[in-house]
């Protein structure tokens, strides 16, 4: 970036890079002064034109898991994400996104709270909502971390098994509704006592549950 005619900060280093699964790189800087002088947009984009188009920095989120949220909670509601910052007294555009863990299909009939994941920008707005809660929709709910769900090939359904769908040595799909020999999307069964997990073998529920 120097030879750029860009001015750098003085002892400003990378301390490591390290390729992930996904096929990011991670890059370990000796400060944190050094990230937020990257972080500026203008250096942000002469550091990327390092490594061709359609390459961007992913910025650092932390992750949540609230549970037992009114499911009358609008995750795709702005508003709704708003009103979340201003009564946990959050700062402004802190809360980066919200889902739903269960899609709304596969709720129960009297389902009335489900859990949520939330993405924040913020370390400290993470921690605080750990420690002292959150309102939604006129409910207190707490968060803890959310840990990395285990890793499920999807052919076969078995957890942490070192290997994904593309490389599955099965040679059949297995459902991970009934465990039948199809793809799941193609199952037809939708009532929960007939549901078989594949992975651990039992039945009343699936293999995604």
């Known amino acids: 970036m120097s ?3 860009i001015e750098l900060p003085e ?3 990378i301390l490591s890079a390290r390729k992930l699964p996904h ?3 991670l890059y370990e800087l000796n400060a944190t002064t050094s990230a937020a002088w990257i972080n500026i947009p203008t250096n942000r984009s ?3 034109n390092h490594f061709g188009a359609d390459i961007i920095i992913k910025d650092c989120a932390y992750h949540l898991l609230l549970e037992n949220v009114p499911i009358s909670f609008d995750p795709n509601s702005q508003i709704a994400l708003a009103d979340m910052e201003r009564k946990g007294s959050l ?3 802190n809360i980066i996104k919200a889902r ?3 899609p ?7 389902q009335r709270t489900a859990h949520v994941t939330l993405t924040l920008k913020s370390k400290n707005a993470a921690n605080q909502i750990i420690r002292f809660g959150i309102s939604i929709e006129g409910k207190k709910v707490y968060g803890r971390k959310l840990l990395p769900e285990p890793t499920r090939c999807l052919k076969c359904h078995v957890f942490n098994s070192g290997h994904i769908a593309a490389d599955c040595p099965q040679e059949h799909d297995t459902c991970g509704t009934c465990g039948a020999e199809h793809r799941t ?4 069964v939708d009532i929960q006592e007939l549901y078989h997990c594949a992975n651990c073998k039992v039945e009343g529920h699936a293999s995604w549950s």
């Open 91 to 93: 700062t402004w555009d």
């Open 104 to 110: 709304i299909a596969r709720r129960s009939p009297n």
């Open 46 to 48: 002469t550091f990327l």
């Open 3 to 5: 030879k750029a005619g």
């Open 23 to 25: 096929g990011g790189i």
């Open 100 to 102: 739903y863990i269960k």
């Open 185 to 188: 999307a193609s199952c037809t």
């Open 11 to 13: 002892n400003i280093a």
